[in-house]
């Protein structure tokens, strides 16, 4: 069955980088689009990024960009977000989210990963 398994998380200062993982097994990974959703306490569910299926193109929220870059292996069967020059209000669990076919624009996911918790202390 489909899995994702996120890790990297963590506590970190203000101005500090994390990088995020996402082990993805149970389905062809390469054929898929991948994103970053993110959910901070007391609030909604956030998309961060998405990345088509072959990693050339990528999108990014406007509150992350030129900070957070997205990325995958596909021989790994592995996504990435490495988070730069990080704020306290990055501070949230973050997952990734397997999306419906191979655009990154198709922002529907049919299976999510239980998410790792990222701390942004000030």
């Known amino acids: 069955q489909v899995q994702l398994v996120e890790s990297g998380g963590g506590l970190v200062q203000a101005g500090g980088s994390l990088r995020l993982s996402c082990a993805a097994t149970g389905f062809t990974f390469s054929s898929y689009a991948m994103s970053w959703l993110r959910q901070a306490p007391g609030k909604g569910l956030e998309w961060v990024s998405a990345i088509n299926s072959s990693g050339g193109n990528t999108s990014y929220a406007d509150s992350v960009k030129g900070r957070f870059t997205i990325s995958r292996d596909n021989a790994k069967n592995t996504l990435y977000l490495q988070m730069n020059s990080l704020k306290p209000e990055d501070t949230a669990v973050y997952s990734c989210?397997?999306?419906?076919?191979?655009?990154?624009?198709?922002?529907?996911?049919?299976?999510w990963g239980q998410g790792t918790q990222v701390t942004v202390s000030s």
């Open positions: 989210a397997k999306s419906l076919d191979s655009s990154w624009s198709t922002k529907e996911y049919d299976y």
